[in-house]
């Protein structure tokens, strides 16, 4: 008969197995505690990312995307022949899109740095919108209220061929107003306009703008052969800008009749 000592006796494989099966809970609670925690950290997460997106959820309108920026280390790709050399230089700045476009506008002053005329051409890019009418924004760089309505001038005769006219539609009859014109081209896709105030007589202010795109010249037309080309072909078309020969080449703004794209 077993003795009662010996029944209350435990082995040491007992012992062995009672010690593997504690390890096994306690791995167990820590494995279950890391994946809580885990969890927890996981919703945390989300919900940081969550409230970081509220105010684009709250935002009436697309993200903004970047624009116009003026590019100061560009080097000017247009220049304007001068006729002496009394003549101011032009305030030349370039203006550069992410979307590939580029503008180089050239800005002339008069007294009291009072604005006296532009010259911009617009190389487009893929933010060029073609919904847009093509004067728009013209009154304004003309330093007119942007809702200022510009009607029709008639169309000048230049190297790059007909250039439109605009006037704004308040001037009082008989009173000169600075004309601001406008010359689409398709191939290479590009746009020159501006405006002028020189000149005391509309037929004086639109020779003056004719005598300058005739002489736009192309310094550099980098990677552009179309640009070189198109301007190779205008300066066969060059007319001087003499006063005596200057009437001929300007069309009459009562007959002229502007169809199509500009």
């Known amino acids: 008969m077993q003795s009662p000592e010996a029944s209350t006796a435990v082995s040491p494989t007992q012992i ?12 167990g609670t820590l494995a279950r505690l890391f994946a809580y925690v885990g969890t927890l950290a996981l919703f945390a997460i989300l919900a940081l990312a969550g409230l970081g997106q509220l105010p684009d959820l709250r935002d009436d309108g697309p993200a903004e995307k970047p624009g116009w920026a003026e590019a100061s280390r560009s080097h000017p790709a247009f220049a304007i022949s001068k006729l002496d050399s009394s003549e101011k230089t032009a305030a030349y700045t370039v203006f550069r899109h992410p979307e590939g476009g580029r503008r180089d506008v050239m800005r002339w002053t008069g007294d009291a740095d009072k604005p006296m005329a532009e010259l911009e051409i617009y190389r487009e890019g893929s933010e060029f919108d073609v919904t847009q009418p093509a004067a728009a924004g013209l009154a304004f760089r003309m330093g007119l209220g942007a809702a200022t309505a510009l009607e029709q001038a008639g169309l000048i005769d230049t190297k790059f061929g007909p250039v439109a006219l605009f006037r704004p539609t308040s001037t009082a009859e008989g009173t000169p107003s600075c004309l601001g014109y406008l010359k689409r081209n398709e191939e290479p896709a590009l746009q020159i306009s501006g405006f002028s105030c020189q000149g005391d007589t509309l037929p004086a202010r639109r020779a003056a703008i004719a005598c300058m795109l005739n002489r736009l ?43 199509g794209t500009l």
Do not use: I, Y
């Open 16 to 27: 062995h197995l009672t010690l593997v099966n504690f390890a096994d809970e306690v791995v």
């Open 217 to 259: 010249t192309l310094l550099t037309s980098g990677n552009e052969p179309k640009l070189a080309e198109m301007f190779a072909h205008a300066e066969l078309k060059r007319r001087s800008c003499d006063s005596g020969s200057s009437s001929d080449w300007l069309l009459g703004a009562a007959n002229a009749q502007l169809r």
